[in-house]
Structures are given as C-alpha cells and as structure tokens.
C-alpha cells in the first residue's frame, strides 16, 4: 500500500474489524422472531422481544460512541470517508426505493386495479360496484357492504399543509446551520440545529394529531380498504423516517456542543443533512399524489 497520508491520517488507513454488525443483525433476529411469536399468541414472543431490543439499541449506543471516537481522533483516512459518502448514497437509494413501492402500488390500485374490477361483471364482486376512487367512501355507491365501513377522505387543508411548511422551513434551517458550520460559525450552526430539531417534533406532533382526528372523527383506518392501507403505510412509514432523521441531527447537535467537527471534516453532519432532505423531498410527493390526488 502506498504511504501517501491524508493530513495526519494514512490515506488507506482502515480501524480494526469490529463485532457491532454481528451483534446488531443478532438483536433485530430476536426482535422480529419474538415480534412475530407474540403476535400470533406464544407468550415467549415478547420476551424475545424484549431481549432482542436491549441487545440491538445497547450495540448502536455502543458502536455509534466507538465510531464517533475513532472519528474524532483522527483514526479515519480519505479511503474511509470515501466509503461512508457511498454507504450513505446507497441507503438513501434503498430507502427511495422503498417508497418507490409503496407509491407504485397507489398508483396501480387507482390506475390499474380499480379499473380492471370496474369492467367485471358484477356478480363476480358485488352488487352495485362502481370502480370510483376511494371505495367505500362516505357519498359513493357501490362499497362491499360489511367489509369495509365507510369513511371520509382526507384532503390538504389543514393539518397536511401546516406539516408541509414545518418540514420545508426545517430544510431551510438546516441548509443555513450547514453554511454556519462551513464558515466556522458554531454557536449560529447550532442555533439553527436546534430550530430544525424543533421542527421535526412539531411535524410528527401535528401528524399524531391528524391521526387522532382521522380514526375519531372520520373513520379512516388502516383496515379502510385500498384507500385506507396505502394512506397509512406511506404517511406512517414517512412519520417513522421523519423520527429517525429528527433523532439523527439531535445527535448531531449534541455532538456539535461537545465540540466536534471542523468546517472541513464533517461527514457525520452532511449524512444527517442527506438524509433529512430526502425525508423532505418524499414528503412534497406524498403531500401531493396522496392529499391533493
């Protein structure tokens, strides 16, 4: 290997091999083996459960202080970081793909499905079908009596909308806390980490208060046919996504009062910022196709 150096690290330097992957994968297999035993009524499930939880976060707490000291103690070279910009780009291009699936799967329903049912013979499904969207709404005919209640729609106005200002203007704060930080400004850079934190609760905030409103007062439930499945699995999915980033830069934050990064080395900020933005950008689809469509 060449001895070319990257600062005052070696530019292929690598830290040793580590068991926190084993560990990690090892706690979500108890987490989803118990998960799926207590569901279907083995009372050891959730001891399973419960174990494979303090196993997986216990490793992260664990791997994540590791990876911050190596970090932060000059342990990672230019091969290093470049390895970490391409983990992160591929995870974010998984996660894309993942709700590639899910809006694919609106979308065939509406555009496909629905359609095709429409054109059967109605005796194949049910008297008076009508291949409108969403079925089983309240005010359209032809819904599969005693399958799905009926329920109301949810338009943009104006809990989707409030939540859409909320995650635009986080975006916005954390763009400037990362030219804050790029200019060595950190007490402003975390200034505005601190408001972009703030936003993120307030969005799953209003969010959670949409879903009160929604099961008490318009009946829509996961269980609301079509509608109701891909409404819930793409703004629940969304809200769990908007939590892990939202925790993600409280992290950050802290790790910024505590000193670290520089306004050259801060991968650890950018990954973070990455990941918010293409949380911010599957929101402006989801608020769009799913409550203005």
Request: glycine content about 10%; some cysteine.
């Amino acid at each position: 290997m060449s001895s070319s150096t990257h600062g005052t690290t070696p530019y292929y330097f690598v830290p040793a091999p580590s068991a926190y992957p084993v560990l990690a994968a090892t706690g979500l297999l108890f987490v989803i083996l118990g998960a799926a035993q207590w569901i279907n009524g083995h009372e050891w499930g959730k001891y399973s459960l419960l174990a494979g939880m303090v196993l997986w976060l216990g490793t992260l707490f664990a791997w994540f202080r590791t990876s911050i000291h190596e970090s932060e103690a000059g342990q990672y070279g230019h091969k290093v970081d470049v390895s970490f910009r391409w983990s992160m780009s591929w995870f974010i291009f998984s996660e894309v793909m993942f709700f590639g699936a899910f809006f694919t799967a609106l979308w065939w329903t509406r555009t496909h499905a629905l359609p095709a049912l429409g054109s059967l013979d109605n005796a194949l499904l049910w008297p008076g079908f009508k291949a409108v969207w969403p079925s089983a709404a309240v005010g359209f005919t032809g819904s599969p009596a005693g399958i799905v209640e009926p329920f109301q729609t949810v338009g943009p106005f104006w809990l989707p909308t409030i939540n859409t200002a909320l995650l635009l203007s986080s975006g916005v704060t954390l763009t400037f806390a990362h030219h804050a930080l790029r200019a060595n400004h950190r007490a402003q850079c975390i200034r505005f980490m601190i408001v972009t934190v703030i936003l993120g609760m307030l969005f799953l905030g209003v969010q959670g208060y949409e879903y009160h409103h929604l099961y008490t007062e318009l009946n829509l439930k996961l269980s609301s046919g079509a509608y109701g499945s891909t409404f819930f699995m793409l703004t629940g999915f969304h809200g769990f996504h908007v939590f892990i980033g939202m925790l993600m830069l409280l992290f950050i934050t802290i790790r910024l009062k505590n000193g670290n990064f520089t306004p050259d080395r801060h991968f650890g900020f950018e990954g973070a910022a990455w990941y918010w933005h293409f949380v911010d950008v599957v929101w402006l689809g989801l608020y769009t196709l799913v409550y203005w469509l």
